[in-house]
């Protein structure tokens, strides 16, 4: 199995061909370099979860259609269970975890939905808060634009109207 296509070798060091066998990537996340060896059709979601320990990105349904492992990849939100982690090398990718700041402070989405009370069982806050925050930077967050930009995101519990209230209390400053 080789991996190839401009998508990969557009960016990041020495993407031509690799594998089939377990190969060396180095993924910034969360402002740190963190080298793994791992086989070119590892999703970014697995790497993130199964080599570098940060679980706070969940594995929903693996497909696409709910979710749980939104991340940014070079601040644009992408379902971590599609993208292949190989395709991340040389880009900054930002996990729930690295949301916080420096001083462990909750970043204000996330204040905002424990102040609002916009998860139930949690499993899919984290990427809830992840699309929420890239929402609100870039600036869907009319009314009418919150259901609509968040709708990538399920949630089983039926927390939306406190997940919009959260992003509501953000964009007004509260």
């Known amino acids: 199995m080789s991996v190839r296509g401009p998508s990969i070798t557009e960016r990041g060091p020495g993407l031509g061909e690799r594998g089939p066998g377990p190969v060396h990537v180095t993924l910034s996340v969360n402002g740190a370099e963190r080298p793994m060896e791992i086989e070119p059709r590892v999703s970014l979601l697995d790497a993130l979860r199964e080599h570098l320990g940060l679980t706070g990105s969940k594995k ?8 749980a492992c939104t991340v940014w990849v ?16 040389g880009r900054e990718v930002t996990t729930i ?3 916080a700041g420096p001083d462990g402070r909750l970043h204000p989405m996330q204040r905002a939905f424990i102040a609002e009370d916009a998860f139930q069982c949690g499993y ?10 890239a929402l609100t930077a870039e600036g869907h967050t009319g009314d009418d634009e919150i259901g ?13 109207p406190h997940i919009r209230a959260a992003v509501r209390a953000v964009r007004d400053g509260n």
Do not use: F
């Open 124 to 133: 899919c806050t984290p990427g809830q808060i992840m699309s929420a925050v």
């Open 60 to 67: 929903g349904c693996d497909q696409g259609a709910c979710g």
């Open 148 to 160: 609509e930009w968040m709708s990538g995101n399920l949630c089983r519990c039926a927390a939306y």
């Open 74 to 89: 070079d601040g644009r939100r992408v379902l971590a269970c599609l993208t292949l982690a190989l395709t991340c090398e």
């Open 97 to 99: 975890e690295g949301l």
